[in-house]
């Protein structure tokens, strides 16, 4: 059974930073390209980033790029989301997910429970 486990959200005024960790388990870590996305309320879940199984290759949404960088421990079974520079407009609930290098939700099998992010003003 493979598990997704978030960590890192919190409450956060605009221009700080958070990172986010995402735990997995019951699966080769290594063989998965692993996502972030995130969903605000009303709002369809949105591609966040994507990093492949070495970290090699890393795509990011233009919305968040150069703000926000993905990365991985495949030692630790970890990805992580570095959020720099927050917005308002990035308050959603953050989820990891592991899949295929791919920017919609289609290209993913397995999903955390999330992780709230919120950004004030």
């Known amino acids: 059974q493979v598990q997704l486990v978030e960590s890192g959200g919190g409450l956060v005024q605009a221009g700080g930073s958070l990172r986010l960790s995402c735990a997995a388990s019951?699966?080769?870590?290594?063989?998965?390209?692993m996502g972030w996305f995130r969903q605000a309320p009303g709002k369809e879940r949105e591609f966040v980033a994507v990093?492949?199984?070495?970290?090699?290759?890393?795509y990011y949404a233009d919305s968040v790029k150069g703000r926000f960088t993905i990365s991985r421990d495949n030692a630790k079974n970890t990805v992580y989301l570095e959020m720099n520079s927050l917005k308002p407009e990035d308050t959603a609930v953050y989820y990891c997910?592991?899949?295929?290098?791919?920017?919609?939700?289609?290209?993913?099998?397995?999903w955390g429970q999330g992780t709230q992010v919120t950004v004030s003003t």
């Open positions: 997910a592991a899949g295929q290098v791919r920017t919609t939700t289609t290209g993913y099998n397995y």
């Open positions: 990093i492949n199984w070495s970290g090699a290759l890393t």
């Open positions: 019951g699966c080769t870590f290594s063989n998965y390209a």
